[in-house]
């Protein structure tokens, strides 16, 4: 199975494990575990959310501007 959201896509292979791609590029693969869960979870919950955490690309967007907003500056 192949799912893509926003830059995202991921490939379920027959062994079971889940293969990540960002742009097209493997991000992450999940074995056992985590990719059982991960399965699992994308069926309930929004697959780009998922597959950002899954890479560690979840803190991506407002930091930068967060950062040098006036109630955060020393």
């Given at each position: 199975?192949?799912?893509?959201?926003?830059?995202?896509?991921?490939?379920?292979?027959?062994?079971?494990?889940?293969?990540?791609?960002h742009h097209?590029?493997?991000?992450?693969?999940?074995?056992?575990?985590?990719?059982?869960?991960?399965?699992?979870?994308?069926?309930?919950?929004?697959?780009?959310?998922?597959?950002?955490?899954?890479?560690?690309?979840?803190?991506?967007?407002?930091?930068?501007?967060?950062?040098?907003?006036?109630?955060?500056?020393?």
């Amino acid at each position: 199975r192949r799912m893509s959201a926003e830059g995202f896509s991921y490939t379920v292979r027959k062994s079971g494990d889940v293969v990540i791609t960002h742009h097209g590029v493997v991000a992450a693969t999940l074995r056992g575990h985590a990719a059982a869960r991960f399965v699992a979870a994308v069926e309930t919950e929004d697959p780009q959310e998922l597959m950002a955490r899954a890479t560690g690309n979840y803190r991506r967007g407002n930091e930068r501007q967060a950062r040098s907003h006036p109630r955060n500056r020393s």
